[in-house]
């Protein structure tokens, strides 16, 4: 019998930070951090985009950025934040 991991979602034993998903795990991480915002498709855009860069989406729906650093520091060509 395996035994699951404490968060089946995520790679190795901290359940956030960089790196600590795999690129299939990205559309659903992203639909959680994107399901509470009015802007839910360009959300979904850009959150996948970093997903795919960083394999990190933060902890819930809005901030918590700190626990990833990639996705967190990755801005616009205006110095904004790329990642929801």
């Known amino acids: 019998?395996?035994?699951?991991?404490?968060?089946?979602?995520?790679?190795n034993s901290t359940p956030y930070g960089p790196w600590s998903l795999k690129s299939y795990q990205c559309p659903s991480q992203c639909t959680r951090r994107c399901a509470k915002t009015q802007y839910h498709k360009p959300c979904m855009f850009f959150c996948q985009k970093c997903c795919a860069k960083c394999l990190c989406v933060p902890p819930g729906y809005y901030g918590?950025?700190?626990a990833c650093p990639c996705y967190n520091n990755w801005k616009t060509k205006r110095g904004g934040p790329k990642c929801p």
């Open 64 to 66: 918590n950025k700190a």
């Open 1 to 11: 019998m395996k035994v699951k991991a404490r968060d089946e979602y995520h790679q």
